[in-house]
């Protein structure tokens, strides 16, 4: 069991940067693969970045150059480094754990770009 806690979200003006990070608790972080979604209003949920259990990192073209994913096994948290923000990145940031058929989902942090 994996229980996942996001937090670094909130308000920013477009051009901006945020960090979220999300922390796990429970054993065996280093085993799961990563992920960070995000959900905009009415809109479906969108896998942005990934990390595997071995550093490997895929993203979205829309946040390529943008954003980065990053992972600390000792901290047993994983982060997202988000940078030169545009309002189309306004959304409900969530974070993912997977291994194997286990699937864990944070409850969600809100960043809102904006002037």
């Known amino acids: 069991q994996v229980q996942l806690v996001e937090s670094g979200g909130g308000l920013v003006q477009p051009g901006g940067s945020l960090r979220l990070s999300c922390a796990a608790s429970g054993s065996s972080f280093s085993v799961y693969g990563m992920n960070w979604y995000r959900q905009a209003p009415g809109k479906q949920r969108e896998l942005v970045a990934a990390?595997?259990?071995?550093?490997?990192?895929n993203y979205a073209d829309s946040v390529k150059g943008r954003f980065t994913i990053s992972r600390d096994n000792a901290k047993k948290t994983v982060y997202l480094q988000m940078n030169s923000l545009k309002p189309e990145d306004t959304a409900v940031y969530y974070c993912?754990?997977?291994?194997?058929?286990?699937?864990?989902w944070g409850q969600g942090t809100q960043v809102t770009v904006s002037s």
């Open positions: 993912n754990a997977i291994f194997q058929s286990m699937r864990y």
């Open positions: 990390i595997t259990n071995g550093g490997s990192t």
